[in-house]
């Protein structure tokens, strides 16, 4: 459980938006206390000043919580009509998915995810599995069985500092798992939302 960058993504250079990206995850932390105003001085000029992936890492790993507050696993389940869950949502440390026959589809692209790692447990049975990942948010299928249906993972794999890892457990079943980043169309009006 590590939200330090491959070696390879390490060397990345990062761009204004993860420098941006992680100087308010600092400012949220010293609102919240976890770190003093001082110390908040010295990470926000070493972000400000990153060249990589690597240089940006450390200034937010012992940040961001392992698992918040455990609550209650979201549980969906396909059934015959399918199942949807995308638009703005919070994501909690566990996720069970059952496709059943009419299959399940979940949008990352809104969500509000403040989570380093999110457990998904998936059974894709007939209807199959849909993941919309951000571009940014890592994911570990290493531990799901393929099954009949198998493993698409379509999605970019570069993890940026401070981003949520999805670690996928569960089985393919004979729909499948497919996962991938939001298409063009949903980037462009993420980007206009944000105005950007």
Known sequence: ?????????????????????????????AAEGRIDLDELDVRLNLALTAKTYGDLAPLTDDLV???????EPLTLR??????KREGAWKVPPLIVVQAG??????????????????????DAQMGGVRIVVPE???????????????LRDRTSG??????????FTGTCGMGGVRLRNPGFRARRKQR?????
């Open 158 to 167: 570069a993890r940026t500092p401070g981003a949520p890892l999805l670690r």
């Open 78 to 83: 396909g059934g015959m009509h399918g199942v």
């Open 101 to 122: 026959m009419g299959g399940a589809r979940l949008d990352f692209s809104q969500a509000e995810c403040r989570l380093r790692e999110v457990e998904l447990e998936v």
């Open 1 to 29: 459980m590590t939200a330090e960058p491959s070696r390879s993504a390490a060397r990345m250079r990062a761009s204004d938006a993860d420098r941006e990206a992680v100087v308010e995850q600092l400012r949220e932390a």
């Open 136 to 150: 940014g948010w890592a994911v570990d299928t290493d531990a799901l069985d393929l099954g009949l249906g198998g």
């Open 192 to 196: 206009k939302e944000l105005g950007r």
């Open 65 to 71: 919580p392992v698992v918040a507050d455990t609550g």
